[in-house]
C-alpha cells in the first residue's frame, strides 16, 4: 500500500512534503514545485522569500512589496521523519530528533575528511588521493608518475555523462594525451576510464577552493571516503571513426604525392632539344 505523503501549510497553502523527490508541491496543483536544493540552508531549518501571488519564488528580479515575505520551513527529518526513515533505511527513532544534515551525510566521512584525510579512488588496481589543493589525482606510492591533472584533462569532461573520460597509462599510473590528428591504431599501452569531476569526488576540498563554507551543498552532494574510477572498452568511444578517417586522409595524401611525382617524372622526361 502507497504511503500517503505528509503536508505542511505555507501561508494558507498546502503542499505535500515529497522527500524522495527533495520538493514541496502544492496540493492540486502537481506543477507549483518548491525544491529544498533551492532553498537557503540554515542548518536548524531553511529559508526562502516567498511571493504570496505565485505560492513561490517570486518570478524575477525587482523590487520587493508586502506580497513577499521570508518564510522558515523545518528540516526533511521535521516534516516527514517516516519518509527520510526508509529513504535512508534507518529507523525511525534514529531520525526523530536530528537535522537533515545529521542524515544525509555520511558522518563518519565527514569527520574524516575534516581531519585531513584526503578522499582516495581506485583506478586500474592502483590507489589515487583526490588532492585538489595540488589539482591533481596523485597516485600513492609512486613519486616519479605525473598523475592525473584536472586542469590537462578539463576538455575530457563529458557534459553528457558528467564525469571525465581520459586515456591513462596503467603502467606510468598517468594521464596520457592522444595526437587524433594522427593515430592510426588503437594504443596497446593505454586504456580508457572515466570517473566523476573532483567536485563531487570531494565536495569538502571543492568548496575550500572556490571559497564557501565547507558544508555548503553536501546534503545533496553527500561525502564519500573512496571511489572506484570506471574502464570503458574502445569500442565504446569514437576512436575507431577517428582512425578510420585518419587512414583514409593519409592514404588520400599518399595517392596525392604520387600522383605528383608521377607528373614530375613525365615533365622530366619531356625535357631536352626542341624543334
Do not use: C
Not at 505565485?54 to 513577499?68: A, S, T, V, Y
Not at 537535522?99 to 566521512?109: H, N, R, S
Not at 564519500?224 to 582512425?243: G, L, M, V
Amino acid at each position: 500500500m502507497k504511503r500517503e505523503l505528509p503536508v505542511y501549510n505555507i501561508q494558507g497553502t498546502t503542499f505535500i512534503v515529497d522527500v524522495d523527490q527533495g520538493l514541496l508541491a502544492e496540493k492540486g496543483n502537481p506543477n507549483n514545485v518548491i525544491y529544498f536544493s533551492d532553498l537557503s540552508d540554515k542548518d536548524s531549518h531553511y529559508e526562502m522569500l516567498y511571493d504570496l501571488r505565485d505560492k513561490n519564488w517570486p518570478p524575477g528580479i525587482g523590487p520587493m512589496d508586502e506580497q513577499m515575505i521570508n518564510v522558515r520551513i523545518p528540516n526533511r527529518t521535521d516534516l516527514d521523519p517516516e519518509g527520510m526513515a526508509i529513504k535512508y533505511g534507518l529507523p525511525i527513532e534514529a531520525v526523530k530528533g536530528k537535522k537533515d544534515f545529521d542524515i544525509m551525510v555520511d558522518q563518519q566521512a565527514y569527520k574524516e575528511r575534516l581531519n585531513g584525510k584526503l578522499v582516495t579512488i581506485d583506478i586500474a588496481g592502483h590507489t589515487f588521493y583526490v588532492d585538489i589543493r595540488m589539482d591533481m589525482l596523485r597516485p600513492k606510492d609512486d613519486f616519479l608518475s605525473e598523475g592525473i591533472v584536472f586542469s590537462k584533462i578539463d576538455h575530457y569532461y563529458s557534459d553528457d555523462q558528467d564525469r571525465y573520460i581520459i586515456p591513462y597509462n596503467p603502467k606510468k599510473h598517468e594521464f596520457q594525451d592522444i595526437d587524433y590528428e594522427a593515430i592510426t591504431a588503437i594504443p596497446k599501452d593505454l586504456i580508457v576510464i572515466s570517473f566523476p569531476h573532483e567536485s563531487k569526488m570531494d565536495p569538502i576540498g571543492w568548496n575550500r577552493k572556490i571559497g564557501l563554507n565547507e558544508t555548503s551543498d553536501l546534503k545533496e552532494a553527500n561525502v564519500h571516503s573512496h571511489f572506484e574510477a570506471k574502464t570503458i572498452d574502445w569500442k565504446e568511444t569514437p576512436i575507431e571513426q577517428i582512425i578510420q578517417k585518419n587512414l583514409q586522409r593519409q592514404q588520400q595524401l599518399q595517392q596525392k604525392k604520387q600522383g605528383n611525382q608521377k607528373q614530375a617524372t613525365n615533365k622530366k622526361q619531356r625535357q631536352g632539344p626542341k624543334l
